[in-house]
């Protein structure tokens, strides 16, 4: 087999691989019939433990942080290296399309996954962040899990309550967290390079001629 053919198939390995995660990360939603999976719900749970499997499963480091986040590294060749951020949301509105947000984050382990099946690391480490909110359904704010990883959320979203009554600082106790351990601060901007994520158009096909996917990301 040459070269190029192998190469060709590995794509369309990991591409496969991908969208298989993607069907299985749809199939937990609060409804059958449409794609719901809400901040701090069972499903969201549920998605993190199984992001989580996949990130070991790519050589990675990995934890929940103290607002729900799943999150891995994987180290650089110098271990404490700054990062690269790479990730996306994985909560959804509701009746969502199946790839916005968790193509992002599923994009990411591949990456990962593919240097650890070489055994290379990179001068920089790399930490994926599968965000457990950033569409505001459930409480009706937004980015709450990029405002926890920064450090900038406000005391005053604990007390916000969703449509059943319950807030969030109630919800992450059901969901075996701590309010109390939310960072007042984000990390030190030293200790990352970059940010990127992936994007996607909702009724766009992956790999239809570029569409669908965007990437973006600033230094």
């Not at 005053?156 to 967290?177: E, I, K, M, P, R």
Request: aromatic share 6%.
């Amino acid at each position: 087999m040459s070269d190029t053919v192998r190469q060709q198939a590995e794509r369309e390995a990991a591409a496969s691989r991908v969208m298989a995660r993607a069907d299985r990360l749809a199939a937990l939603s609060e409804t059958a019939d449409a794609l719901t999976r809400v901040y701090l719900s069972p499903e969201h749970l549920q998605a993190n433990q199984l992001v989580g499997q996949w990130m070991q499963a790519a050589g990675m480091m990995v934890w929940q942080d103290s607002v729900g986040n799943i999150c891995g590294r994987y180290e650089g060749v110098q271990e404490g290296a700054p990062a690269v951020l790479l990730g996306s949301h994985l909560d959804t509105v509701r009746n969502a399309g199946r790839y916005d947000g968790m193509l992002g984050v599923l994009a990411a382990i591949e990456v990962v996954q593919r240097l650890h099946q070489q055994g290379r690391r990179l001068a920089k480490a790399i930490e994926i962040v599968g965000f457990g909110d950033e569409e505001g359904t459930r409480f009706g704010i937004t980015l709450l899990g990029s405002r926890g990883v920064t450090g900038t959320w406000p005391e005053s979203w604990l007390s916000q309550c969703d449509t059943d009554g319950v807030s969030v600082a109630q919800a992450l106790v059901n969901a075996g967290l701590d309010p109390a351990r939310i960072a007042p601060r984000g990390p030190s901007p030293a200790g990352y390079r970059r940010l990127s994520g992936t994007a996607y158009r909702a009724g766009a096909v992956p790999g239809a001629g570029g569409a669908g996917a965007r990437r973006g990301g600033g230094d």
